[in-house]
Structures are given as structure tokens and as C-alpha cells.
């Protein structure tokens, strides 16, 4: 089934309707804050692009067509969870698509696939560490890693800590490290090493009013330490 027939059994009016609301609803600054205004469309026509027989490259590419049109958290799901599934070359054309629009320009995009990152692909120690070689990998262009770093939280964290070896050296980096140790302190499903947390502290340079420092610094011991001292 190509995209334009998708649309076609929807109704075309009613389709692009719902496309401009989720559009709206993506590109909110709180995107993922819990107030997001539901649409039907995805979960109406995802059995139209993943139960089908064709390859599966072509049915990342028609998820594709459909999320740009209606970029929505609720194709997403669907996408995970056909994941699995995927072929390498599926798989390969999926992480240059996502890395591609976290990238871009075009927050109704970037925003919906950077918060099903987190809770989906992130928080799945199936995927996990497939996920962070994909977004994380020596190429990767440092707007990715700001993007990734903040929503690192449950990823396991000794993979964490390679990439806060390869940041430290350049300070610029050092708040997108301490938002990244923030989510493994806190978030639900954080991975935290304490005494590791606290020598990655040790070693950025913050003003020191930055957002849950003094939280995480608690959290993880570093302030009573350094009153040992």
C-alpha cells in the first residue's frame, strides 16, 4: 500500500485534520509533558504499513512518509514495536532517518522521535546499547549528542561514561554531561554509578547554579565528600 492509498482510505480531509493537530501538539516547547492532544490516525493505519508482506525497508520508508506528514508519538509506538523484527537494512535506514530528523530543523519532527528514544528504544535493555552505538558513534555530530545526552538517563552507565570521557576535555560540554547524570539520578529508570557520578563531577566546570545540581550532588555523595576532605 503506498502512502497517497493510506490517505485515500482515510479520507483525505480528515487525514490532513489530525495532521495538523499532532503538528501543532509536536512542536510545543513542553512537547512530552503529559498535555499532548491525542489523535486517531496512527492507530488506524499501522496494520496498513507494518502487516503487510512487503520488504521491510519499505515499510520504514512508508512509516516515514506517513510520520512527516503527521508527526506523532503515536506512530512511534508502533514502530517500536516492530522493531525486532527488522532487517539490517531496515534497521540501518531507520537509524539514518531518526538521525536525520533529530538533526533537522523541524521540531514537530525531532521532538516525538527524541522522546520515544528515551522511553522506548533507551529504557529497553534490548535495544539500549544498539540504540546508543547509532546515536552516539566517533561520527556523530555534536547537535545529536546534545539531543541524546539529556535523555541518557537509563542507559547502562558504564556506556555513558565513554562518551563523557571523550566530552570532558572541551568544558562546552560539561552541562550536557551534568543533564545526562541528572537523568541517571532520577529518572525512573536511571542507571547511576555513585563513585563514578562523583569523579565525572569532580571534573566539570559549572557556574554551580546550573538546574538540580545541588540535587544531584546530594544524590550521589559528592557534596559530603568534599566536606571530608
Excluded at 528514544?117 to 556523530?140: H, M
Excluded at 563523557?164 to 529518572?187: K, M, N, Q, T
Aim: aromatic content about 10%; overall charge negative.
Amino acid at each position: 500500500m503506498t502512502l497517497d492509498e493510506i490517505i485515500a482510505r482515510i479520507g483525505a480531509e480528515r487525514f490532513h485534520a489530525e495532521a495538523a493537530i499532532a503538528r501543532s501538539d509536536s512542536s510545543r516547547p513542553d512537547f512530552g509533558s503529559g498535555s499532548g492532544v491525542a489523535v486517531d490516525v496512527p492507530h488506524e493505519i499501522e496494520e496498513w504499513i507494518w502487516d503487510t508482506a512487503s520488504p521491510w525497508t519499505e515499510r520504514v520508508a512508508l512509516f516515514f512518509g506517513a510520520y512527516d506528514l503527521m508527526p506523532s508519538y503515536g506512530h512511534l509506538m508502533y514502530a517500536k514495536m516492530n522493531y525486532r523484527e527488522f532487517d539490517p537494512d531496515a534497521r540501518a535506514l531507520w537509524w539514518r532517518e531518526v538521525r536525520a530528523r533529530l538533526v533537522g530543523s523541524d521540531s514537530a519532527l525531532s521532538q516525538p522521535i527524541a522522546y520515544s528514544l528515551w522511553c522506548d528504544f533507551l529504557e529497553d535493555e534490548r535495544t539500549v546499547e544498539e540504540a546508543w552505538t547509532e546515536l552516539t558513534g566517533p561520527d556523530a555530530p555534536a547537535a545529536l549528542l546534545r539531543i541524546v545526552l539529556p535523555r541518557s538517563g537509563p542507559v547502562p552507565f558504564a556506556l555513558k561514561q565513554e562518551l563523557y570521557e571523550r566530552l570532558i576535555p572541551d568544558s562546552g560540554w560539561h552541562v550536557s554531561i551534568l543533564e545526562s547524570l541528572v537523568g541517571s539520578a532520577f529518572d525512573a529508570f536511571g542507571q547511576i554509578e555513585m563513585a563514578a557520578a562523583r569523579s565525572v563531577l569532580d571534573r566539570l566546570r559549572l557556574r554551580g547554579d546550573e538546574p538540580n545540581l545541588e540535587l544531584l550532588r546530594d544524590k550521589v555523595g559528592w557534596s559530603e565528600r568534599r566536606r571530608r576532605r
